[in-house]
């Protein structure tokens, strides 16, 4: 069996807008599990829980591969709570062997700065029968006072008095101030270096060691994750697009990440690059025409030039080839740029079972039916999974309601499927219907036309009786 992958689920608590949410993408924990791929939409009103999810998936990636928390990241946890939590548990086939495992993570308000100040990594194990054992802690913390609290109970008992001190050094660094950005930078304990040094001289290192380079084996080389906040003016006047990709240079390694392309200058990249950009045109040209009729890309005018740092480069010019003629990248439209940002990313995804790929506003600068095009492509044959939010209504009457999740303002759970879906329905105008004959406003905080119109016709009375408008 080939290596596979999925996110099965992700619980938010107090985490932005959310006060509880948990979407379970997918059943594979359960008995006869089909290894399939795995489509995910997340649909709801502006500001109702969709890039929340999004974002929570974002700060575990970056905390996993040992980077540090936002610098806003207080503004991450809800309003009137001093501390959120993140669970996600993953679903993973390495060397034929199923694992689940659960990491949790909780972010705490301390003085005027925000903490990791708990992690937790639970595993549970697949029986011969089939079946799966209850979740075990291999290993968790909560911060105190005086230190941390480390459990389980055994695992504290195994680390000898020199490897206490090393953790309590880990601890101290894992929330340490930066001296030359005099800014908090809160990492992970139980992902940095310094508690895997603990762990090798205790008896229970190999299990617990394997499953935190699992977690970062996946997070880095087969998670892709594309926030909305990444094409914020992409339609504007900004210098480069950020080309997510994983491309494969050969049948051992590929290269994994953002790539920049300038859009109104020249690229330069090192010489050593260029086997990742050439691979990235060659993959893009077959897949692009089928997408938009008639249209590839090109480096052109490749020159090699020494770079500032004196190590040798390479420096070209990306177009879009339409019938022959070279138009610059700049002067193609937001849709298609957002296109080649991600195309790559939903190639890697449509062949490997071990790629997740998470974006926020895939319909964006999208045509309608294009989106339900691929979306229709992908559920058939597609081997990865790929999580989306959206507000093109197309989408959910293509994939079926299990693939769907709708934000709710219910304190109970954020999202859920929705009720009530016959097979003969159709789902988007169920869900429009349940929107307008809803007598509360858990599925869509009401607004009145009527109140809108009047509303625009007060405003503008500030631009004549008001303050004058600059």
Request: aromatic residues 10%; contains cysteine.
């Amino acid at each position: 069996m080939r290596n596979f992958a999925r996110i099965q689920s992700v619980e938010l608590h107090n985490f932005k807008n959310v006060s509880y949410g948990l979407i379970d993408f997918c059943s594979y924990g359960k008995l006869n599990e089909r290894y399939k791929n795995n489509i995910t939409a997340i649909y709801g009103q502006n500001g109702s829980g969709k890039t929340a999810l999004i974002d929570a998936i974002s700060i575990v990636k970056n905390i996993v591969s040992g980077g540090i928390l936002p610098l806003d990241i207080e503004k991450y946890i809800k309003l009137g709570s001093d501390k959120c939590r993140i669970t996600i548990t993953f679903f993973l086939v390495k060397n034929n062997i199923p694992k689940r495992i659960s990491y949790m993570l909780e972010l705490s308000k301390e003085k005027d700065r925000v903490i990791v100040s708990n992690e937790q990594l639970k595993y549970q194990e697949k029986r011969s029968d089939g079946t799966w054992s209850n979740f075990i802690e291999y290993v968790g913390y909560t911060s105190v006072e005086n230190g941390l609290r480390l459990t389980p109970k055994s695992l504290y008992q195994e680390i000898s008095k020199n490897s206490l001190v090393e953790l309590m050094v880990a601890k101290s660094l894992s929330q340490r101030i930066n001296p030359n950005k005099n800014q908090p930078e809160s990492t992970s304990l139980i992902f940095s270096d310094g508690f895997v040094n603990v762990l090798e001289s205790t008896n229970s290192q190999a299990m617990i060691i394997e499953i935190i380079n699992l977690l970062k084996e996946f997070v880095n080389q087969n998670l892709i994750i594309v926030e909305d906040k990444n094409f914020g003016g992409i339609s504007e006047n900004i210098h480069a697009i950020p080309i997510y990709t994983k491309t494969k240079l050969n049948k051992s390694s590929y290269a994994i990440g953002s790539i920049p392309i300038e859009i109104n200058d020249k690229t330069y990249i090192p010489e050593v690059l260029l086997p990742v950009y050439k691979n990235f045109v060659k993959q893009i040209n077959v897949v692009l025409p089928t997408i938009i009729p008639c249209i590839t890309i090109e480096m052109a005018s490749v020159e090699k030039i020494p770079l500032p740092d004196g190590t040798p480069g390479i420096s070209f010019s990306m177009v879009t080839i339409r019938e022959n003629e070279k138009i610059s990248l700049k002067y193609e439209s937001a849709g298609i740029k957002k296109i080649l940002c991600i195309l790559s990313s939903l190639i890697a995804t449509y062949n490997n079972s071990d790629m997740c790929f998470v974006v926020d506003e895939l319909d964006s600068g999208i045509f309608e039916y294009l989106l339900g095009q691929i979306i229709t492509v992908f559920k058939k044959d597609a081997k990865g999974q790929l999580i989306f939010t959206s507000h093109n209504l197309h989408v959910i009457e293509i994939l079926d309601n299990e693939s769907l999740f709708f934000t709710y303002f219910d304190k109970q759970n954020s999202y859920a499927h929705l009720q009530n879906v016959k097979p003969n329905n159709n789902k988007r105008l169920l869900y429009l219907k349940q929107i307008e004959l809803s007598n509360d406003d858990i599925l869509y905080n009401k607004t009145n036309q009527y109140e809108m119109s009047f509303a625009f016709e007060i405003a503008y009375d500030f631009s004549e009786e008001g303050e004058p408008i600059e």
